[in-house]
């Protein structure tokens, strides 16, 4: 299979090996100043990087054994006495073993648990399908009162698990294996959930991408623009509550938009921002990346993305193609939707 | 021992609850009124005994926890929070009616006193042990019950649930089986076998006691037995009789759900009345 062009790292380089890592200090960091947090997992203390909260804080650290649905509820309980119960464990265990507990127990009671699901997408790539998870924000964003978010890099994960622990009700943060490249320099930027990040502006097409995709996204525009092709970027971490406002500006403003996504096309990142786009009655060339209902192949991270046109070299195709789509324009496009 | 002046107030009140059960359902189109029988005097003495609560403070940090596990009994717990003025009792003509707080299985967001929104099986003591082990952190002193269905236990969770129980030694944690024989197909040992359940808990690190679960000295001896362990959490299996109190309705898988008119009604009141 075709290596992946232009990216200048792979899973077996641990000089990488920060997102997952990251999320672990920053929550340690959090629970040694507040007594509120407690940390559970479930028998992924080491893969999920939880267990340096057990390192610092093990009085706080629960490990039930490999049992996920009983990991939710035991949180869920476990708010009765006030705590901030912050569970992780691999997306694929907590988006679909557990699923009916998130959704009963977490998010019908209002309970206010955080889950950090790691190996989301295929970034599990040689494990294969049962531990690659493609389908956790469809999942996810079904669930009345679930927030969902997609972090592009470690930065952006260390500010999401802090952030969250002062949002109310259940999170959902979902992440990679914790070998992804980092997106930002370093922690400083806005970041607030549910608004997206302009990350690059343009005005021939957006780009609105979540997650791993997003620096992928970055590098596919900046080699568009080396074509004379004018780029915006939207970072869109956070899928729920979606930030419907970049998105029609970006509609507005661009007229064509390209979503990439580390997950199924089918109701996730997708299919929020195409229902922005179909209430706002306007015309627009419109395309999602992602898996197209399939399930993913065994390889590595970088192949798989490159395989199923989520890193910048389909993004930048798919870029071609949508500068070139035909659609109806409007004879009032410029009034406000 | 309860002295007969109070084994004849838990018995008084349990008869006239009985009868109000009968009511909703018959006002309501139909409920579980075989489940809500058979777990009735382990609800009653806890909620007229044993748990630390207070009705005028429904959201009182230092009460006791109570879960429902199987929520299809909701009928006979919403019944009891509303005789013990957790709201108004009045409200209960609502039951089951479009838009009434009030559905089969009780939600936490919608009626006062209750802790836990169940009736998806099988999440419970998982719920449960959560709370208990979330006030042993805290260094709260509330103690957790859970009563769950018999053919609840069919399910793989109530052992996640159980072995962790177990493992964290949540001895702050007491849970009941309503061992009324039956689940909505037939009868648990020919649907699917539970027994030795017994056995079972007490594989799993529990300490096991068996009684009979319509007994008021005997429900109080178990819950005393439990707050005093040091070592288990506690599991009170509890046989009772489904339908238990109306004489056409026990042990009838029939009557795990059902409506009743007028003269079923009167001749449910009228058996309820009979008993002693």
């Known amino acids: 299979m075709a290596k992946a062009q232009g990216l200048t790292w792979t899973i077996d380089d641990a000089d990488h090996m920060t997102q997952a890592e990251i999320y672990g200090e920053t929550l340690t960091q959090i629970g040694l100043k507040d007594k509120r947090v407690v940390a559970l997992t479930a028998d992924l203390a080491r893969s999920t990087k939880i267990g340096k909260f057990e390192e610092k804080i093990p009085e706080r650290f629960y ?42 127990d977490l998010c019908y009671q209002k309970r206010n648990v955080k889950i950090i699901a790691t190996h989301s997408g295929t970034s599990f790539g040689q494990a294969g399908t049962t531990h690659h998870c493609t389908e956790d924000i469809a999942i996810m964003r079904s669930f009345a009162g679930m927030t969902v ?85 939207l970072d869109m971490h956070t899928i729920k509550p979606l930030d419907e406002d970049a998105v029609r500006e970006a509609l507005l403003d661009t007229r064509r938009i390209i979503t990439v996504e580390d997950h199924t096309v089918i109701g996730g990142l997708g299919d929020a921002v195409a229902d922005v786009i179909a209430r706002s009655g306007k015309g627009c060339a419109f395309k999602k990346l992602g898996y197209q209902d399939c399930f993913s192949m065994v390889g590595y991270y970088e192949d798989l993305q490159h395989n199923y046109g989520i890193d910048a070299d389909g993004i930048l195709d798919a870029i071609g193609v949508v500068l070139k789509a035909e659609f109806e324009q409007d004879e009032d496009w410029e009034d406000e939707i | 021992m309860l002295d007969a002046g109070e084994r004849k107030r838990l018995k008084t009140k349990a008869r006239e609850l009985r009868e109000k059960i009968i009511e909703v359902t018959f006002t309501c189109g139909g409920a579980h009124v075989g489940g809500a029988f058979s777990q009735h005097e382990i609800l009653v003495a806890l909620y007229y005994k044993a748990l630390k609560i207070d009705p005028k403070r429904p959201a009182w940090e230092d009460r006791d926890r109570f879960i429902l596990s199987k929520g299809h009994g909701g009928v006979g717990h919403a019944v009891i929070l509303g005789d013990l003025g957790f709201f108004d009792p009045a409200l209960l003509k609502e039951f089951n009616k479009t838009g009434s707080p009030f559905g089969m299985h009780l939600d936490r967001l ?125 599991m009170v299996i509890a046989n009772t009789v489904k339908g238990k109190g109306v004489d056409f309705m026990e042990d009838k898988t029939a009557w795990h759900y059902g409506g009743l008119d007028e003269a079923t009604r009167d001749a449910a009141l009228a058996s309820i009345r009979k008993s002693k």
């Open chain 1, 63 to 104: 490990n039930v054994g490999i049992a996920e649905a009983n990991m939710i509820a035991i949180a869920a309980g476990m708010t009765e006495a006030g705590l901030i119960p912050v569970v992780s464990t691999f997306a694929a265990f907590a988006s679909m073993r557990a699923a009916e507990f998130v959704r009963t």
């Open chain 1, 149 to 233: 978010i997609a972090p592009a890099d470690a930065y952006e994960t260390a500010r999401a698990v802090a952030a969250s622990i002062e949002y109310p009700g259940p999170v959902y943060i979902r992440i990679g294996r914790g070998f992804e490249p980092p997106m930002h320099k370093s922690l400083d930027f806005d970041f607030e959930i549910g608004k997206a990040i302009k990350l690059r502006d343009g005005r021939d097409l957006t780009i609105i991408a979540t997650g791993v995709t997003v620096l992928q996204a970055m590098e596919a525009a900046e080699r568009a623009s080396q074509n004379g092709v004018s780029v915006r970027v």
């Open chain 2, 110 to 234: 919608k009626v006062p006193g209750v802790d836990f929104s169940t009736g998806s099986l099988g999440h419970g003591l998982a719920l449960g042990l959560g709370a208990a082990l979330g006030a042993r952190q805290t260094g709260k002193s509330w103690h957790t019950y859970v009563v769950m269905s018999d053919g609840e236990c069919a399910e793989g969770s109530v052992w996640e649930a159980a072995m962790a129980a177990g493992n964290f030694k949540a001895t702050n944690l007491t849970a009941f089986v309503d061992r009324n024989r039956f689940s909505l197909d037939g009868p648990t040992e020919t649907l699917m076998r539970l027994e030795p359940l017994d056995k079972k808990f007490e594989a799993f690190g529990w300490r096991v006691l068996t009684i009979d679960g319509h007994d008021f000295d005997q429900i109080l001896d178990a819950i005393e037995t439990a707050r005093a362990e040091t070592e288990r959490p506690v």
